[in-house]
């Protein structure tokens, strides 16, 4: 089985975590709603952390930490399991924004994303649907990032993300200048593919 790259030091906390992963019938009955309708996403949303879903409302999580900490716990003793995860976003102050772009992508949100991740023991996969198309990436590694020292114009003190990658010796620097990088090699290079999964802000 390859190498988990999660952080040794949440190991006590894990192991001490008896919950069982489930979608509480969420499965049978997926989350659907209308992008840009404010009522129907939140309602969404409302859903998503009834039903089991890990949510992050606008890229931290506000809902399912224990779900997410008996997924963790599953896949460092190696067992199969899965876990529901939930993106909600929303456009913050129309001032912001340039206003013309604001004009172009208010219709659009408030918008919720679902995904389901799973581990079947060696590796990693995510699925999501877009557009009435399934999409599935697989990864062989979870990797635990920290940023403790942002810069001082980030808004954030403390920044702690999941990432799948297929590299465990990747840092959170490689990835982002190969996300924002101009040179293909770079950008698509597989070394540096990846999805963030789990985010938890501390903010200034």
Known sequence: MKKIAILLGLLAVLSACS????????ADSPITYEPGDSKDADNALANAKRDGYVVHEDLSIT????????FLAKVSAGQPCDVRLAFYYALQDASHYDPDYYEEIKNDYPVLYTQELHYDGDVFSL????????????YPYLKLLEHTDPPASAIFTHRLMYVLVNDESVTWDQLFRAMVSSDSSVAFNP?????????LYTYK
Do not use: I
Request: glycine letters at 6%; charged letters at 20%; aromatic letters at 16%.
């Open 19 to 26: 919950l069982t992963v489930n979608f509480n019938g969420a």
């Open 63 to 70: 809902a399912g930490q224990d779900v997410w900490d008996a």
């Open 127 to 138: 699925d999501w649907n877009e557009d009435d198309q399934t999409y599935t990436h697989s």
């Open 191 to 199: 070394k540096y593919n990846h999805m963030v999964v789990y985010s």
